[in-house]
């Protein structure tokens, strides 16, 4: 077996991803059913906010779920095309000896396994925190909503995204190894080779290595973006709930957004530094300090790290302002008007920046055991 089980647990990310979209949308969604069962015992006086706890749950659901599942996606493609390069030989002799793509690709179903992983624990999860959320989103003049289980919720929470993704994986894995045995084999991607465009003027050397690193790597610039949107937007919002939910809201949503921050720039940095190893041999044997080279490979990250942060600031801001101003408008309740707090917003960024600079030095540490033995023995 070419793909192993181990292979398929290994992928952290996606499990962690899986979790959380699954924990949010499981007691929020069981408890839209579990409300509409008890429709017809709702005070007059309680409609408008009844039907806003509805909104809001279908609401957070699909926006937390579609954005974390295609977060998903694209991890998903990103482990498969770095399986595939770091085991392009031993595919490339598979190929050669008769195995064909359909039959390769389908050993990929195991990276679903992490799909179902972080699903089963992210709906045992939200379905052991529903007594708390149905105490919150509940008010005066509404009856008392007992808990059920929901097995459609099951099926679509944890069988249907374990075999949807799995089939994902599949295809991904089959487009991928749609290349000769011997380009394979060889370590190399087909195509055109790209020749260098003359330059006008010259570019220092690192500054140089630094652009070419951000281009040569653009699927981590997603990665390192998506962890600096989710600091900066449920950094700040978990600040706001304790104004517009309860202060427990505030910390799930807090420790959601840390674990999703610090999976994705964990995993890209890690990504960085493995596939930059031969380059920081390279700058070491030309006599380049290891804070150079991570300088020149991790630094120039910081650019889409702070746009991701902007980006998650806008979109926090947008988010409280549409449920407040359209999900809650007309209940009668004491609801304060959302501003954006700027002195929360300096603390987050001020957060963020130091734990950001802290991540930079300490995988630029970690390139220290960066041996220039590697390239020789290559």
Known sequence: MTVSLKDGARLFG?????????????????????????????????????????????????????????????????????????????????????????????????????????????????????????????????????????AELLACFVVLPTVVFSAFSILSAYLRLRRSALTLIRDRSEGKPVKAKPRSRKIPFLLDLTLTTLKSKKSLLFFIAFASFCFASMLQMSVSMKDYSSISMGAMIFGIGIVLSVTALVLAFTSLVRANERTVSVMKAFGYSFWQCGQCILGGYRIPAYCGFALGTVYQYGLLRLMLDVVFNGVNQDVPVYQFDVAVFFIVLACFAFLFELAVSGFTVQMRKTSVRKLTAE
Request: charged share 10%.
């Open 14 to 150: 996606v499990a962690v991803m899986c979790g959380c979209a699954v924990f949010v949308c499981t007691f929020f969604l069981n408890f839209y059913l579990d409300a509409l069962a008890v429709k017809d015992e709702v005070e007059e006086s309680a409609l408008s906010l009844y039907r806003a706890q509805l909104l809001t749950a279908k609401f957070v659901c699909i926006i937390s779920g579609s954005v974390l599942a295609a977060v998903t996606l694209v991890l998903i493609v990103f482990y498969v095309r770095l399986y595939i390069d770091a085991h392009s030989k031993q595919l490339g002799l598979m190929k050669a000896l008769g195995y064909g793509n359909g039959k390769l690709a389908l050993e990929f179903w195991v990276f679903g396994l992490s799909v179902f992983l972080g699903a089963t624990i992210g709906f045992g999860a939200g379905y052991a925190v529903c007594p708390l959320i149905y105490d919150q989103m509940g008010g005066e003049g509404f009856p008392g909503i007992p808990i059920r289980f929901h």
